[in-house]
């Protein structure tokens, strides 16, 4: 048996249902490769739909026309980004674009940039890019795991840059499916009956391949033939409240407590969408002093991310102004998650505040 298979940063030589979007970058990348321009490329979709997979079978196809980047491993810092390009130390973004330039003018290669979401100052690196575009026509394939993210682009660079979109939808049960059942077969592992990839499937698909991996993986290396409903519910719970702890520890401390104060209003409210009023309420409530002007911004910042859903569109509350008169729900959460945030909220909020209506 080989586990690496069953490892998250494994990468298939053939990958399931993602044909069309493979397609689609390939031939972004063999325009590259033939006339040295190409369309710049929004890859965009949610977590765990193959995004970061996909583009590295290609970099392995095409080691020569593409170079990956990622925010994480960046530490999102844009400085490192530069550097990470030029393969050389400056210390302020001028002098590291300076050679960002010349490297990129000598060595003509498409620049991946994985996880651009988590750069801090997303908009001075918009603009580095669309420099980069106009000095020297290097394209980029940025990817990001929020929603809407292209509205943090400046005006300018969007004209410039036009990205053209590349959508990874979530995965079905079935195709989630078929992607474990690759994963089992190159590891060589079996289960007692097929049954079992479907039960994983089912119970995941709404979480993303990531989680589904998982969940194998442990059933796998705990030698769990034959797993029971409940069993597979715990494994997949410690998970989901795994990825869940670090969204919520990558967000600032306002967002945090926003997150908390939107899952307790859910609960509270049986799951029915909360008025974007009642958030900013309770937030001045419970931590004070913010203007509600920020307040909002962060929320359209959490919409943005993905992790609030707008719900209607009807303007009431006039005081709020355009934009923010909404109500919002947690469509990207699981029940479970929204009930794990609410559980920690009590931790982490005095209770009399919370109390305090
Ligand atoms: N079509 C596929 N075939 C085989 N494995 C896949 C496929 N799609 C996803 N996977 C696997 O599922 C896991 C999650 O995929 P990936 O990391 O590419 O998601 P992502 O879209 O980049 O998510 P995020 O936005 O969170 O970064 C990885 O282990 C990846 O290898
Ligand atoms: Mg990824």
Same mark, same amino acid.
């Given at each position: 048996?080989?586990?690496?298979?069953?490892?998250?940063?494994?990468?298939?030589?053939?990958?399931?249902?993602?044909?069309?979007?493979?397609?689609?970058?390939?031939?972004?990348?063999?325009?590259?490769?033939?006339?040295?321009?190409?369309?710049?490329?929004?890859?965009?979709?949610?977590?765990?739909?193959?995004?970061?997979?996909?583009?590295?079978?290609?970099?392995?196809?095409?080691?020569?026309?593409?170079?990956?980047?990622?925010?994480?491993?960046?530490?999102?810092?844009?400085?490192?980004?530069?550097?990470?390009?030029?393969?050389?130390?400056?210390?302020?973004?001028?002098?590291?674009?300076?050679?960002? &330039?010349?490297?990129? @003018?000598?060595?003509?290669?498409?620049?991946?940039?994985?996880?651009?979401?988590?750069?801090?100052?997303?908009?001075?690196?918009?603009?580095?890019?669309?420099?980069?575009?106009?000095?020297?026509?290097?394209? @980029?394939?940025?990817?990001?795991?929020?929603?809407?993210?292209?509205?943090?682009?400046?005006?300018?660079?969007?004209?410039?840059?036009?990205?053209?979109?590349?959508? &990874?939808?979530?995965?079905?049960?079935?195709?989630?499916?078929?992607?474990?059942?690759?994963?089992?077969?190159?590891?060589?592992?079996?289960?007692?009956?097929?049954?079992?990839?479907?039960?994983?499937?089912?119970?995941?698909?709404?979480?993303?391949?990531?989680?589904?991996?998982?969940?194998?993986?442990?059933?796998?290396?705990?030698?769990?033939?034959?797993?029971?409903?409940?069993?597979?519910?715990?494994?997949?719970?410690?998970?989901?409240?795994?990825?869940?702890?670090?969204?919520?520890?990558?967000?600032?401390?306002?967002?945090?407590?926003?997150? &908390?104060?939107?899952?307790?209003?859910?609960?509270?409210?049986?799951?029915?969408?909360?008025?974007?009023?009642?958030?900013?309420?309770?937030?001045?409530?419970?931590?004070?002093?913010?203007?509600?002007?920020?307040? @909002?911004?962060?929320?359209?910042?959490?919409?943005?991310?993905?992790?609030?859903?707008?719900?209607?569109?009807?303007?009431?509350?006039?005081?709020?102004?355009?934009?923010?008169?909404?109500?919002? @729900?947690?469509?990207?959460?699981?029940?479970?998650?929204?009930?794990?945030?609410?559980?920690?909220?009590?931790?982490?909020?005095?209770?009399?505040?919370?109390?305090?209506?």
């Amino acid at each position: 048996m080989d586990i690496i298979p069953l490892t998250e940063e494994y990468t298939p030589k053939t990958l399931v249902h993602r044909g069309e979007q493979i397609k689609d970058i390939e031939n972004e990348i063999l325009t590259f490769k033939r006339i040295g321009v190409c369309s710049n490329l929004l890859i965009d979709g949610t977590s765990g739909s193959g995004k970061t997979v996909t583009i590295k079978y290609l970099i392995k196809k095409y080691p020569e026309q593409i170079q990956y980047h990622n925010a994480v491993e960046l530490d999102s810092s844009i400085l490192n980004l530069l550097n990470e390009i030029s393969d050389k130390s400056g210390t302020t973004i001028y002098s590291a674009l300076t050679k960002v &330039f010349d490297t990129l @003018s000598q060595k003509r290669i498409i620049l991946v940039i994985d996880e651009i979401h988590k750069f801090r100052n997303i908009e001075k690196l918009w603009n580095l890019l669309n420099g980069i575009y106009r000095r020297t026509s290097i394209p @980029s394939f940025v990817i990001p795991t929020r929603k809407q993210f292209v509205n943090t682009m400046p005006e300018d660079a969007k004209l410039t840059l036009l990205y053209q979109h590349v959508l &990874f939808p979530a995965y079905t049960a079935d195709e989630i499916r078929d992607i474990l059942k690759q994963r089992l077969e190159l590891s060589g592992a079996s289960f007692e009956d097929d049954g079992i990839l479907s039960a994983i499937a089912y119970r995941t698909y709404h979480l993303g391949a990531r989680t589904a991996i998982n969940v194998l993986r442990t059933l796998v290396c705990d030698e769990i033939k034959k797993p029971t409903p409940a069993m597979l519910d715990g494994i997949i719970h410690r998970f989901d409240a795994e990825s869940l702890k670090t969204t919520i520890c990558r967000m600032d401390k306002i967002e945090q407590n926003l997150m &908390f104060i939107m899952a307790d209003l859910m609960v509270t409210q049986h799951g029915r969408p909360v008025h974007t009023g009642l958030v900013t309420e309770r937030y001045v409530e419970g931590f004070g002093t913010l203007a509600r002007e920020t307040i @909002s911004r962060k929320i359209t910042n959490l919409v943005e991310y993905g992790y609030l859903t707008p719900v209607g569109g009807q303007r009431t509350a006039k005081r709020d102004g355009p934009g923010i008169t909404r109500r919002l @729900s947690m469509d990207i959460l699981t029940a479970y998650q929204i009930q794990k945030i609410h559980d920690e909220l009590l931790t982490a909020i005095p209770q009399k505040k919370l109390e305090a209506e």
